[in-house]
C-alpha cells in the first residue's frame, strides 16, 4: 500500500513551518525534490565516520570510501538497468550533455553533419549544440510541438530525422510534463542510423527506466529530482559510444600514466570520470536510489497522476486561468504550468508563497518552448510521491481566492 504519512515522515523538511507561520506545501519538485533522512543519514555517516578520497590512499578510510563509492555506483546503474562500467558520474544532466558534446560529439561529427533538437527541450540541451554548431558547423533542426495536442509533431520528427547524425530529446518537460514517445522516437532514430540522447532529467524520478531496453546511446539523469543530492548525476553510455569517445576533462585519475613526454589515457566511463571523485555525493545519490527501490513507481505514477488531475481539473475552473499543460495524458509527471490572464506571473507566485506554496515561476530554462507557447512565463506546479489531496485542496482555494481578490 501506498502510506503517503509514513513517505512523509521521512523527510524532515515537509514538517517545516515557513518564518510566516504557514506549513510549508512543496510543489517544486521538478526543480529539486526533497530528501529523504537516508540520504541526509549516509552523507552525513560518511563524512563523520570515514571521510577520506576513494581510489587513492592505502589506509582504511581510503578503503571504506572507495568502496562506498564503488558500491552507490552498482546499486544506480543496476535501478537504471546499466552496467555499472556504463555509468559515468557527472555533475547533473547539464553536464551530462555538455560531456557528450565534448567527448563524442566533437570527435564523431564534422560540419555539414544535422542533430535533431525539440522545441520542448531545457537549455542544457539546447546550448551546448549551438556552440558546437557554431564551433565545426553542424546543422541544428528542431521538432516543433503540435500546440493543439501539446506534444511533439511526430511527422515534423521523421521529416528532421532525414541524415540525421544526432537526435537529443527529452523524456519529459520540464515545463508541460508531458512524457514524449519516448520508445518510438528511440526506434525511428535507431531506424535511421542516428545516435540518440534522452534527457531524462526529469522522466527518471517519475517512471523506472532501464538503460538496456529503452536502447538509448546516451541517457542523462539528476539526482537531486530523484531524492538524491545536488551536485551529483550522471551519463549512461553504451559500450560503443563510450568507445568513440576522446577526454572532456583531464589531469588525475583518467589517465594510466603520465611521463614529461605525454600520457597514456584509462578506456571506457574511466576516461570521463577526472580528478577527485563526488563521492559525498555519489553515496547520497546511492542511498536515494536504495530507498528509491523500495517504492513501487507504479503505485507512485497513480498517486503523482490522481492529484495532477485533481490541480488540473480545479485550477481550469478558476476564472482567469489558463493551464499550458494535460496530466491526463499517459505517463505525465504531475508538473503543471498556468497563467492568470490578468495577475503578473511574478506577482501570482509571491501571493502563493505568502500562503506556504513553494512553486516556480519564469521561463523554466525552456524559452523556445515558451516561444512556442506564446508567452514569456509561466507559473508551475510539479508534483512528487509526498505531496497529498490535503494539499492540492487547499492550493485550490488559496488560489481562487487570490484570482477573486486581486484578479
Ligand atoms: C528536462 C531537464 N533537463 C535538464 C535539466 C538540467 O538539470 P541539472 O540542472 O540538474 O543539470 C533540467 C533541470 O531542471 C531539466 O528539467
Not at 531545457?122 to 546550448?127: E, K, P, R
Not at 508538473?335 to 506554496?357: C, K
Not at 508567452?375 to 505531496?387: D, F, G
Amino acid at each position: 500500500m501506498y502510506n503517503i504519512r509514513e513517505l512523509r515522515a521521512e523527510f524532515p523538511i515537509l514538517s517545516r513551518v515557513l518564518p510566516n507561520g504557514k506549513p510549508l506545501v512543496y510543489f517544486d519538485n521538478a526543480a529539486t525534490s526533497q530528501k529523504p533522512n537516508a540520504v541526509i543519514d549516509a552523507m552525513s555517516r560518511y563524512y563523520k565516520t570515514y571521510n577520506s578520497n576513494a581510489h587513492r590512499g592505502a589506509h582504511t578510510l581510503a578503503d571504506e570510501a572507495t568502496t562506498a563509492l564503488e558500491a552507490a555506483r552498482e546499486s544506480i546503474a543496476s535501478f537504471f538497468g546499466a552496467s555499472p562500467s556504463n555509468l559515468i558520474y557527472t555533475s547533473g544532466t547539464t553536464e551530462a550533455i555538455n560531456l557528450v558534446a565534448y567527448a563524442w560529439a566533437r570527435r564523431n561529427l564534422s560540419e555539414g553533419d544535422a542533430i535533431v533538437l525539440t522545441e520542448m527541450e531545457h537549455h542544457a540541451d539546447i546550448v551546448p549544440w549551438q556552440e558546437l554548431s557554431k564551433e565545426i558547423g553542424v546543422e541544428l533542426r528542431f521538432v516543433p510541438l503540435d500546440l493543439e495536442d501539446m506534444c511533439l509533431d511526430m511527422g515534423a520528427y521523421r521529416h528532421a530525422l532525414q541524415g540525421a547524425a544526432l537526435v537529443c530529446v527529452v523524456h519529459t518537460s520540464n515545463v508541460l510534463g508531458i512524457r514524449n514517445p519516448i520508445e518510438e522516437i528511440i526506434t525511428l532514430a535507431k531506424e535511421s542510423g542516428a545516435r540518440i540522447l534522452i534527457d531524462a532529467a526529469q522522466g527518471a524520478a517519475h517512471e523506472r527506466i532501464n538503460f538496456k531496453e529503452l536502447g538509448a546511446d546516451f541517457v542523462t539523469l539528476s539526482a537531486h529530482k530523484m531524492a538524491g543530492p545536488t551536485g551529483i548525476g550522471g551519463l549512461l553510455a553504451t559500450n560503443e559510444a563510450l568507445s568513440q569517445c576522446g577526454p572532456f576533462l583531464t589531469g588525475g585519475q583518467m589517465i594510466k600514466s603520465v611521463s614529461t613526454d605525454g600520457s597514456i589515457f584509462r578506456d571506457g566511463a574511466a576516461l570521463l570520470e577526472t580528478g577527485t571523485p563526488r563521492i559525498a555525493e555519489a553515496i547520497g545519490w546511492g542511498a536515494a536510489i536504495d530507498w528509491l527501490s523500495k517504492i513501487d513507481f507504479n503505485q507512485m505514477h497513480d498517486h503523482i497522476k490522481s492529484l495532477a488531475i485533481m490541480a488540473f481539473e480545479g485550477m481550469s475552473q478558476i476564472d482567469g486561468i489558463t493551464v499550458y499543460s494535460d496530466p491526463t495524458r499517459p505517463g505525465s509527471s504531475g508538473t503543471i504550468s498556468f497563467l492568470h490572464e490578468r495577475i503578473d506571473s511574478d506577482d501570482l507566485a509571491m501571493l502563493l508563497d505568502e500562503g506556504g506554496f513553494a512553486l516556480r515561476t519564469g521561463q523554466h530554462c525552456a524559452q523556445p518552448l515558451m516561444d512556442a507557447l506564446g508567452v514569456a512565463s509561466t507559473n508551475r506546479i510539479s508534483l512528487w510521491l509526498y505531496n497529498t489531496e490535503e494539499e492540492i485542496k487547499s492550493f485550490l482555494s488559496y488560489l481562487r481566492m487570490i484570482c477573486e481578490r486581486f484578479g
